[in-house]
């Protein structure tokens, strides 16, 4: 797997996704698919009022695509980054998908105070390593990364309610 070193480029990259996101219309939240040599798989921002679709988180909406795309003893061998730390949904996708390691930016619990009580994005108190721990493989858990908390927080600026 890639190099601890390359953390912040990867997650700079999902913060300009969640960027992305948030500019043609979305909740501003980016994740990434990096292969074992540090190539860069696949990028998602969310997806999911621009495509009413509930389950249109990027973490989510990725690992549809790579699952598509890779086997499961491929994707084991990669990283998927992410602006913040996935939710239970996303969590589970990445699971089901089999990814053998997350690395996020901001908790959970720090999103929850950036988006307070907006209905657009009821945070679960679930972080993504208790959802793993429930699971029979041991994915790796990075998070999260101080180094990047006011880059991803700055692409949340303003837009929650």
């Known amino acids: 797997m890639n190099e601890p070193e390359n953390h912040l480029f990867y997650l700079k990259r999902c913060v300009e996704l969640s960027v992305l996101a948030r500019k043609s219309g979305n909740t501003p939240f980016g994740a990434l698919l990096v292969g074992p040599t540090g190539e860069i798989l696949l990028e ?12 249109g988180h990027a973490e989510t909406t990725l690992m549809e695509a790579a699952s598509k795309k890779y086997s499961k003893a491929e994707l ?42 907006d209905e657009q994005n009821p945070t679960l108190d679930l972080p993504c390593r208790v959802v793993f ?28 309610g």
Do not use: D, F
């Open 133 to 160: 721990a429930r699971g029979s493989k041991p994915i790796q858990v990075i998070g999260p990364v101080p180094e990047i908390e006011a880059e991803a927080v700055a692409a949340h600026a303003g837009y929650w």
């Open 44 to 55: 998602q921002g969310n997806i999911e009022i621009t495509e009413s679709n509930c389950t």
């Open 76 to 117: 084991w061998a990669c990283t998927l980054y992410s602006s913040a730390e996935p939710c239970a949904m996303c969590a589970g996708s990445i699971y089901w998908g089999n990814v053998g390691r997350v690395v996020y930016g901001i908790s959970e619990t720090r999103l929850a105070e950036l988006t307070g009580a």
